[in-house]
């Protein structure tokens, strides 16, 4: 056990968990921003997201159960809804990079709000985990969060990157100032009701 404690705290392994739990908390604390804002922020922490992932020391499970997931599928349509009205018709893409892409004869679209919520779902469980503070646990959470990086959410964060990068490089002044307007404005049912939790 010795050795899985040492694992879950090398430098590596806190410095991800560091990024991991502010790129959560930044899409939780996100309601209010601008388009450009966003997407500012997000084009900064994924790059730095993804460098500490592929900087994760290799480890495997020691077979502990997994944990209940966190996030929630209602949670889960609640950060999506919320990020797609952020990024209005700049949410959806062209995507080269997914396995249905041999089976389809035209192009396919993908939603950034989507990718994000799929690495913040993997993300928050892995974080959620890790405050337990159980090294054991600790240690079957910090495989799980490579192995996934490596099977899905790794390609998913650097496909997302795309979009957000032409969304940032072809903003045009009084696109942002419209969205500014919009989403000052923007009331939605569920904000009405009182803020949400996620």
């Known amino acids: 056990m010795d050795e899985n404690k040492e694992l879950i705290f090398q430098r590596n392994s806190i410095e991800f968990v560091t990024v991991a739990a502010e790129y959560c908390a930044f899409l939780e604390r996100s309601e209010g921003q601008t388009r450009s804002q966003f997407v500012d922020t997000t084009l900064k922490i994924l790059p730095l997201l993804y460098l500490k992932a592929l900087l994760l020391p290799p480890c495997e499970a020691i077979g502990f159960e997994e944990s209940e997931s966190y996030v929630s599928e209602e949670i889960y349509e609640q950060m999506r ?11 959806d893409y062209l995507e080269v990079f997914t ?8 192009p396919l679209t993908a939603s950034v709000a989507e990718g994000l919520c799929d690495i913040y779902q993997v993300l928050k469980d892995f974080i959620f985990v890790f405050q337990q503070g159980v090294n054991e646990t600790m240690h ?19 496909n997302i990157l795309r979009p957000l990068h032409e969304t940032a ?5 009084t696109e942002e100032a419209a969205e500014g307007e919009n989403s000052s404005n923007l009331v939605t049912e569920d904000e009405e009701e009182g803020d949400k939790e996620w």
């Open 81 to 91: 809804a919320h990020i797609a009205r952020i990024l209005t018709d700049k949410d």
């Open 140 to 158: 079957d959470s910090l495989a799980l969060c490579r192995e996934r990086f490596v099977e899905y959410w790794g390609q998913t964060l650097v």
């Open 99 to 106: 396995p249905d892409m041999a089976y389809s004869e035209g």
């Open 169 to 173: 490089m072809n903003a045009s002044d």
